[in-house]
């Protein structure tokens, strides 16, 4: 269930705030041919390519009880495309990225990746819609994304099938994309539809499409686990062992996560004058950026509605600005986000621009602004690997922020909005609290707190997410 804050009104329809998808494993022919239950089991041993460790994100979906996600869009054509210009440029742009033709193996070191040198599984169909579905769009388009799924496969591949629904007219064409998490996460879904839409137009023009390799994610995954294995990783190791012995009860036990299928979701917006501002800001001033501001307002929100001096949080970084692993992976298409937690003092705060300036700190003083702690988390074993851990198992809330420059071109597919929720899934939420927003650089900003409401109280989420847009004006009110 979706509540909407009366106060915000929202330029257009309110979108989802999470991508659909849906928890899956591979396919039961598959699990029933390896012969193990699960794949948080031991993994198979069978002779595979030269092994890459897993990304964190990655190993963390293998390892957990509902399985690797598998996401689900669904996107309106501006005019009708031609069906096998639409084919080729869905093969140029998976021959572009390797995370799309990622392999999941095994050997006796545990699960690992690697990536074929061409696709050659089926990955693209048109379909003919029956003409004057009306209505019944959605659950035809549903039943299409369910077929498509059972198709995807982690170890024979692919991972990506795609379907382009064509009617008599523009206005019934749709085109269907189903990807595995494994090698696709959110920022992915605009690398891809941006690429896809110029290797198309250069296709319809007649142009030759040389696809050029971007960012290796195996690259990306081996340079993580190194540094988490090295020197390096171990001063990090010993930053977040000191930030547990700091603020954290000795026991360091934490709350851990639940499957919550039935999850509400709460609906805010900051306007666009105070949105604005706030880009304003981040883009003019080189040590403050909205990842600050965002959390900084939160802890001010928070701690003015709970009372609580220690705000516990963590965020998703997808790594689009600053990179990954020393690749930059602003055009690469892969799983490369990962979740950094933090924890704030706040006894000494006494505005939202005190919170703000006290999660900039934070984050300054973290190695690597924090992007290397969940492959310490998984990796770092004894007294301290426990420590590390548990800074992230105490955290209260998770943050998702995505921000992305909007394509001055017009955009050959737009997302169909209201965006149909293709996959049911439980959703997997610490504590049952999660805040998601997307920035396109125009516009309001809004954000959806994710929250189970039998373990957290529908009233005292509202006033929070109320008292966080307050925040956020407080802190813009400075910069307009």
């Known amino acids: 269930m979706i509540y909407t804050d009366p106060d915000f009104e929202a330029e257009g329809p309110v979108a989802p705030v999470s991508l659909p998808s849906t928890a ?30 897993l990304l964190p994100l990655q190993e963390e979906a293998l390892r957990a009880v509902s399985g690797v996600p598998v996401l689900g869009l669904v996107f309106t054509p501006a005019v009708l495309l031609r069906p096998e210009l639409l084919e080729q440029a869905v093969r140029a742009v998976v ?53 498509l799924r059972q198709d995807l496969d982690l170890i024979d591949g692919p991972l990506i099938r795609i379907a382009y629904l064509t009617g008599d007219s523009v206005a019934q064409a749709r085109l269907l994309v189903v990807v595995s998490h494994f090698g696709f996460d959110a920022i992915s879904w605009l690398v891809f539809m941006d690429d896809l839409a110029q290797t198309y137009r250069q296709l319809a023009f007649g ?13 990306v995954a081996r340079s993580v686990r190194e540094h988490a294995m090295g020197s390096a990783g171990v001063a990090e190791g010993a930053f977040w062992a000191g930030v547990a012995e700091r603020f954290l ?6 709350v851990q996560p639940v499957l919550a299928d039935r999850t509400e979701t709460f609906v805010v917006g900051l306007d666009r ?10 883009a003019v001033r080189g040590d403050l950026g909205m990842v600050e501001i965002l959390l900084g307002s939160l802890a001010a929100a928070s701690t003015r509605c709970g009372g609580n001096t220690l705000f516990k949080v963590q965020y998703t970084y997808h790594g689009r600005d ?66 590390v851990r548990a800074v992230r198992d105490n955290v209260d809330i998770t943050v998702n922020f995505m921000r992305s420059a909007k394509n001055p071109q017009p ?25 998601r927003s997307t920035d396109d650089l ?23 997410a109320r008292a966080h847009i307050e925040a956020l004006r407080e802190i813009a009110a400075q910069y307009t």
């Open 322 to 387: 600053g990179g990954v692993g020393g690749y930059d992976v602003l055009d690469a298409i892969g799983w490369v986000a990962t979740q950094v937690p933090m924890i704030l003092d706040l006894s000494v705060v006494t505005s939202a621009h005190d919170a703000v300036n006290l999660a900039r700190d934070q984050l300054r003083q973290m190695p690597n602004r924090g992007t290397g702690y969940l492959a310490l988390h998984q990796t770092m074993t004894g007294s301290r690997g426990s420590l």
């Open 24 to 53: 899956s494993r591979l396919p039961r022919h598959r699990t029933e041919r390896l012969g193990y239950a699960s794949l948080a089991d031991q993994p198979p041993e069978f002779p595979l390519p030269a092994r890459v460790p």
């Open 207 to 219: 142009e030759i499409v040389e696809p050029s390799a971007t960012a290796s994610i195996l690259g």
């Open 442 to 464: 125009s516009g309001s900003l809004t954000f959806g707190w994710n929250f189970d409401p039998v373990l957290r109280n529908r009233h005292t989420v509202a006033r929070t």
């Open 95 to 147: 021959a572009r990225h390797d995370g799309l033709r990622l392999r999941l193996g095994s050997d006796d070191g545990g699960w690992h990746q690697y990536v074929v040198a061409e696709e050659t599984a089926e990955i693209f169909e048109t379909i003919d819609l029956v003409p004057g579905l009306g209505a019944g769009l959605v659950g035809t388009l549903r039943e299409h994304a369910e077929r």
């Open 273 to 282: 004058a105070s949105a604005e501002a706030l880009r304003r800001a981040s």
């Open 249 to 254: 009860p000795e026991d360091h036990v934490g």
């Open 411 to 435: 955009s050959l597919f737009e997302v169909t909005s209201p965006q149909p929720n293709l996959f049911d899934f439980p959703t997997r939420h610490p504590r049952s609290l999660a805040i």
